[in-house]
Nanobody
């Protein structure tokens, strides 16, 4: 079992910045990739950014140039630096971990953290 604990959401004005953090903990696992997804009311959950074990990153087009995903492998932690935030970035942001475990592969989600961009 792997637990994901997120932090860093909140209310910010348009043009502002926030940094989300997600720490993974548990026994006998290794991370294949970690990422951030978001879901706004009435919308489907969408991928925002992913970083693989090898360090490759991928972003949804709407956040390219504004958001940066990074990681601290020693701490099994992933970060999402969000700059130049827009009202349309308002959503619940979820951390995801794709991990190798004994006997296979598993997918875990955090509890979600609210990001609200509003003046």
């Amino acid at each position: 079992q792997v637990q994901l604990v997120e932090s860093g959401g909140g209310l910010v004005q348009p043009g502002g910045s926030l940094r989300l953090s997600c720490a993974a903990s548990g026994r006998k696992f290794s991370i294949r990739a970690m990422g951030w997804y978001r879901q706004a009311p009435g919308n489907q959950r969408e991928m925002v950014a992913i970083i693989t074990r090898g360090g490759s990153t991928n972003y949804v087009d709407s956040v390219k140039g504004r958001f940066t995903i990074s990681r601290d492998s020693a701490k099994n932690t992933v970060y999402l630096q969000m700059n130049s935030l827009r009202p349309e970035d308002t959503a619940v942001y979820y951390c995801n971990a794709d991990v190798s475990v004994v006997g296979g592969r598993a997918d875990y989600w955090g509890q979600g953290t609210q990001v609200t961009v509003s003046s």
